[in-house]
T-cell receptor, first 113, second 114 residues
Framework: EPEVTQTPSHQVTQMGQEVILRCVPISNHLYFYWYRQILGQKVEFLVSFYNNEISEKSEIFDDQFSVERPDGSNFTLKIRSTKLEDSAMYFC???????????FGPGTRLLVL | AQSVTQPDIHITVSEGASLELRCNYSYGATPYLFWYVQSPGQGLQLLLKYFSGDTLVQGIKGFEAEFKRSQSSFNLRKPSVHWSDAAEYFCAVGARDSSYKLIFGSGTRLLVRP
């Protein structure tokens, strides 16, 4: 069964460094999402992406964040200058259509020191 | 504003007992509704979903949920809990707008007594 994959599974970085989190959505899906979950808190929407552009972003998704679909398979989340409060689990999700189920990857646990 | 409330932070049940996890939502139209399960250190697995039609939906692992519009609820049930069901359960609303983003509740952690 196709699944969403994410790399790396864990990343440790120093405050102020740039990180890129990678996702490979399910191949025939058209809508892509990033969510994050700070330890012990709820899962929060960050951004949605369709047709090579952002369709919606949350107030969390400030200028330090960007997303890209550099080729036909990868979907990346870049944090330009990480802050301590960016430490969280980041989930990628994809769906075939906007109105259909989102399938989540296993997540990348980011720790900013 | 759209929101999801899961009033129980923790629930403990004995193995073999029945389970009901509560979920209430606030949304201006008929929502898409989901339950996801997250085992420790793992991602989110879809248990079941409601889009339209029959208000009682069946999911994987023997779970079911009932959409009650009048109560703005979508409670998750299982008649007999197994030890492997111990996990965190998230209810989510899918917003019917440009992005159909998911809005999650804060989760309910299920503990299962042997």
């Amino acid at each position: 069964e196709p699944e969403v994959t994410q790399t790396p599974s864990h990343q440790v970085t120093q405050m102020g460094q740039e990180v890129i989190l990678r996702c490979v959505p399910i191949s025939n899906h058209l809508y892509f999402y990033w969510y994050r979950q700070i330890l012990g808190q709820k899962v929060e929407f960050l951004v949605s992406f369709y047709n090579n552009e952002i369709s919606e972003k949350s107030e969390i998704f400030d200028d330090q964040f960007s997303v890209e679909r550099p080729d036909g398979s990868n979907f990346t989340l870049k944090i330009r200058s990480t802050k301590l409060e960016d430490s969280a689990m980041y989930f990628c999700a994809s769906s075939p259509l906007a109105t259909q189920t989102q399938y989540f990857g296993p997540g990348t646990r980011l720790l900013v020191l | 504003a759209q929101s999801v409330t899961q009033p129980d932070i923790h629930i403990t049940v004995s193995e073999g007992a029945s389970l009901e996890l509560r979920c209430n939502y606030s949304y201006g139209a008929t929502p898409y509704l989901f339950w996801y399960v997250q085992s420790p250190g793992q991602g989110l697995q879809l248990l079941l979903k409601y889009f339209s039609g029959d208000t009682l939906v069946q999911g994987i692992k023997g779970f079911e949920a009932e959409f009650k519009r009048s109560q703005s609820s979508f409670n998750l049930r299982k008649p007999s809990v197994h030890w492997s069901d111990a996990a965190e359960y998230f209810c989510a609303v899918g917003a019917r707008d440009s992005s159909y983003k998911l809005i999650f509740g804060s989760g309910t952690r299920l503990l299962v007594r042997p």
